[in-house]
């Protein structure tokens, strides 16, 4: 039980570049930037998995570092399943909520939504024409995103739960590290149209598409393994960023 298992998974991963401030504005502290302002969102299907029912989620994920080391940050997480978002929220600090989200493949076509609160939050329609729509992001994608011979897929989060007496939270927010090995089968690369759309809970849109890159439909055997506290963060320090997990109002 203690790693968590995905068999069969079908993900469409989109790859875009936004701005260098609105990374700046979103990414907790210690958290730092990289060189580029690299946005990843996937939405996916897990039909089988070592804890329970099948469930389609999809994820929002800056790319950034701790202590020089690379990985992802998730502004957002929506999914079907209420199991995995206690399990995602509660052990790890995903930011995980329940939405409607969608995936299907039909021939060399994909089509795949997360909607919440009756606003489609991320909407992608992908051809598998086997190139990007910018060619330049095959390259960024085999050497900022796809982790290396015998590397995982490194996840950031932040753990932390209000007080019960509303004033500030349970204890220091925990910056986690938390590690994710991609088994791929197989994976098709696809030309992309990505619309954002936002609400006061889920504000997807502020993560500007300045160049959209492309898509990247894998199958994939994923394996979750525990994760670690790196960090403690400042209370005060962390509060502006802490709204991602909870609709406030």
């Known amino acids: 039980m203690r790693t968590s298992k995905f068999n069969n998974a079908e993900m469409l991963y989109l790859l875009w570049e936004t701005k260098p401030e609105i990374v ?26 070592s804890f329970g029912l099948g469930y389609y989620e999809a994820a929002l994920i800056l790319r950034c570092q701790y202590n020089g080391v690379v990985g992802n940050y998730f502004l957002a997480m929506p999914l079907t399943d209420d199991r995995a978002t206690f ?45 990007f729509n910018d060619q330049e992001g095959i390259k960024i994608f085999l050497r900022k995103i796809l982790p290396k011979k015998g590397k995982n897929t490194v996840n ?20 986690i590290e938390q590690e994710t090995k991609l088994n791929i089968d197989s994976w098709e690369l696809g030309e992309a149209e990505v619309t954002l759309n936002s609400t006061v809970h889920d504000p997807w849109a502020e993560i500007e598409i300045v160049k959209l890159y492309g898509a990247v439909y894998i199958k994939s055997n994923n394996e979750m393994f525990p994760g670690k506290k790196v960090a403690e963060v400042h209370p005060d320090e962390f509060l502006p960023y802490s709204y991602v997990k909870w609709d406030w109002h």
């Open 24 to 49: 700046e504005h979103v990414l907790p502290p210690p958290l730092e930037p990289i060189d580029t302002p690299l946005v990843l969102a996937f939405i996916a299907n897990y039909p089988t998995h």
């Open 87 to 131: 399990a995602g929220r509660e052990v790890f600090g995903f930011p995980k909520k329940i939405a409607n989200v969608y995936l299907e493949r039909n021939e060399d076509e994909v089509y795949g939504y997360s909607e919440r609160l009756g606003t489609k939050n991320i909407e992608a329609r992908v051809k598998l024409t086997g190139k």
């Open 156 to 175: 950031y989060l932040f753990k932390h739960f209000p007080a019960p007496n509303k004033e500030g939270f349970d204890y220091n927010p925990w910056l």
